[in-house]
């Protein structure tokens, strides 16, 4: 389904209804490709106004993303809300308006066909939370070695040793306390 909007046909209807499936397979975000694991279900009422047109509406989906601390995948249900005033470019210049500076979508736009995929794809990132975990408890990987301390919560670490480990710069430190410690 296109997911474009002619202003022309908004003009005469004054109101548009969009419904369908967005086509999208997966996700590029900060973490990774994210795969979308469900159908996009889109619904959009775009509504013309004074000056340019309102577009709400909701998404509906699910996607595969890595947990923030043991990068196992996780299943997030995507419940987003597409929101968005559209005004002509050419009032882009004018002062704005009081009420106009306090919303936070306002997209100005040239030409007489408008693509709303932005709008979708904005809604699903908007509902991902900034810490995805697959538990509120997750542990993790080890720091070191990079095993799943969720399988294995009593490892101790021996890659490395304890000293090996310090940041050179405590080096100093690190030999007081020996030498403390030695008498």
Not at 8 to 33: A, Q
Not at 93 to 106: D, G, W
């Amino acid at each position: 389904m296109e997911w474009k909007i002619d202003l022309g046909i908004l003009e005469k209807k004054k109101r548009v209804f969009l419904e369908g499936i967005f086509e999208l397979e997966y996700l590029d975000l900060e973490v990774g490709r994210c795969k979308i694991l469900e159908p996009v279900k889109v619904k959009i009422v775009v509504a013309k106004t004074k000056e340019g047109f309102t577009v709400g509406g909701f998404v509906r989906t699910a996607l595969e993303h890595p947990c923030t601390r043991c990068l196992k995948p996780v299943r997030l249900e995507i419940n987003g809300v597409v929101e968005a005033l559209y005004l002509p470019k050419s009032l882009a210049s004018f002062k704005r308006e009081k009420r106009l500076e306090t919303l936070k979508n306002v997209i100005y736009y040239t030409g007489n066909i408008v693509d709303l995929s932005e709008r979708i794809i904005e809604a699903i990132v908007v509902e991902i939370p900034q810490k995805v975990l697959c538990k509120p408890d997750c542990k993790g990987l080890c720091p070191h070695c990079g095993i799943d301390l969720n399988e294995h919560p009593e490892h101790v670490c021996d890659k490395i040793s304890q000293e090996s480990d310090i940041d050179p710069r405590f080096s100093v430190l690190m030999n007081l306390k020996k030498n403390e410690e030695e008498g």
